[in-house]
């Protein structure tokens, strides 16, 4: 009302045409919408009857995606459907118009999100895993009589006396903390120490294949399986290209994009190229549990692993930022058609940011650092520490390397 009077007083009634509002990027639960469009509504239809020029409402933004397909009012998700979304808009601003006996306005909407998620997939290449099931034993000498610890972790694994897996667990737990404070205070040697180790987490495994996949777990066990899952390695940064997830925990579909014929059968979070140890995704789409700490995934060969990241379009490109100095990822635009053999055809290849590119962008110029490069590859030769020819060879090694991707590239 205080801008109303200050236009008015200002003789620029006619300036006020528009309500907006903006309640969210990705509102999950149309009852939100209603009472925002209705609360709107309300605003519009008075400043109208106040004798102000109205004739837009904009809705903003907030259509959601549903991301995890469980259709409910999950962050990851939305309990409507577009549709609903449009009538329920639509609906509800008449409906104030109406008893409030003015003109509906035209209606603008801002879903971005909406519009652009699906455009865009985010495929990545596994090249390694890390795996905390190989742990193997220490070679420990023979015929010297165990340690008190050893001997109560070898009974346990055994479990002769049938003890609940729970119960297991934390006996392992106490006497694993218990050869680290022996380990401390010097009354436990090296060896022993890993022997421990290893015991504990022998223990660990067995407990976890004896769980059943599905059903009730105690709080503890689900945290035990989540910790001996694999780490997959993918040549990607999710700062750079899967930016909510990290900032905002947004739940993407994630699922490989071939071997559909074959059952998964390890159970990973993926992690990227990144120094950085918040560069994982370790939260997945599960529609009984709602979240899950691990992907079931195949098991690696000599061929390629690629893993697809779904319904990415929306920020991902813009927000991403260079940490670690990776930059863009290279673009295919994909089309389907029809009469195409395929179904689809590419139209356009956009290779990925250049490592002087990226370097560039932080200040550090290319001419320059070639130039620093031979200066200390002339030095090394004049004083015959490398000959010239195997100078050269470095620097057209070095100005080559600017020139390439600054992620991995695989033969």
Request: aromatic share 10%; charged share 25%; proline share 4%.
């Amino acid at each position: 009302m205080a801008a109303a009077r200050t236009l008015e007083e200002a003789g620029m009634k006619d300036a006020i045409k528009l309500v907006h509002f903006h309640i969210g990027s990705q509102v999950p639960n149309i009852h939100t919408i209603k009472n925002a469009v209705i609360e709107a509504t309300r605003y519009y239809c008075d400043l109208k009857k106040k004798g102000f020029p109205m004739d837009l409402l904009d809705v903003g933004g907030g259509l959601g995606i549903d991301y995890d397909g469980s259709r409910t009012n999950f962050d990851s998700s939305m309990n409507y459907t577009m549709a609903v979304y449009a009538r329920d808009v639509v609906f509800n601003i008449q409906s104030v118009c109406q008893q409030a006996e003015v003109p509906v306005p035209d209606i603008i909407s801002e879903s971005g999100r909406a519009i652009v998620a699906p455009h865009s997939v985010l495929i990545l290449e596994v090249f390694n895993r890390i795996s905390q099931r190989e742990h193997p034993a220490p070679n420990m000498p023979k015929g010297e009589k165990k340690h008190k610890v050893i001997e109560d972790l070898e009974y346990s694994l055994i479990n002769e006396s049938n003890f609940t897996t729970l119960e297991r667990y934390h006996d392992a737990v106490q006497k694993r903390d218990e050869a680290y404070s022996l380990f401390n205070l010097g009354y436990l040697d090296l060896e022993t120490r890993a022997e421990a180790e290893s015991l504990y987490w022998k223990i660990c495994r067995k407990l976890v294949s004896e769980m059943p996949k599905k059903g009730y777990q105690h709080e503890e066990l689900l945290h035990l399986r989540g910790s001996l899952v694999d780490q997959y390695v993918c040549n990607f940064s999710i700062f750079q290209s899967l930016l909510d997830h990290w900032a905002l925990g947004q739940l993407f579909p994630v699922a490989p994009i071939h071997r559909h014929n074959e059952e998964p059968t390890v159970d990973a979070v993926i992690v990227d190229i990144t120094c950085d140890s918040d560069g994982k995704i370790s939260k997945f789409i599960d529609l009984e549990e709602e979240m899950s700490e691990y992907l079931p995934l195949h098991t690696l060969t000599d061929e390629p692993y690629y893993l697809g990241i779904f319904l990415s379009g929306a920020y991902q490109d813009i927000m991403g930022d260079m940490h670690n100095l990776f930059g863009k990822v290279p673009e295919a635009h994909v089309f389907l058609e029809e009469d195409e053999e395929d179904g689809f055809y590419i139209e356009e290849i956009i290779p990925g940011a250049k490592n002087k590119q990226v370097l560039e962008l932080t200040q550090y110029h290319t001419h320059d650092l070639a130039r620093m490069v031979k200066k200390q590859i002339d030095a090394a030769t004049k004083s015959d520490r490398i000959r010239p020819r195997e100078g050269m060879r470095l620097l057209n090694f070095y100005q080559s390397t600017l020139e390439k991707s600054m992620y991995l590239e695989f033969e």
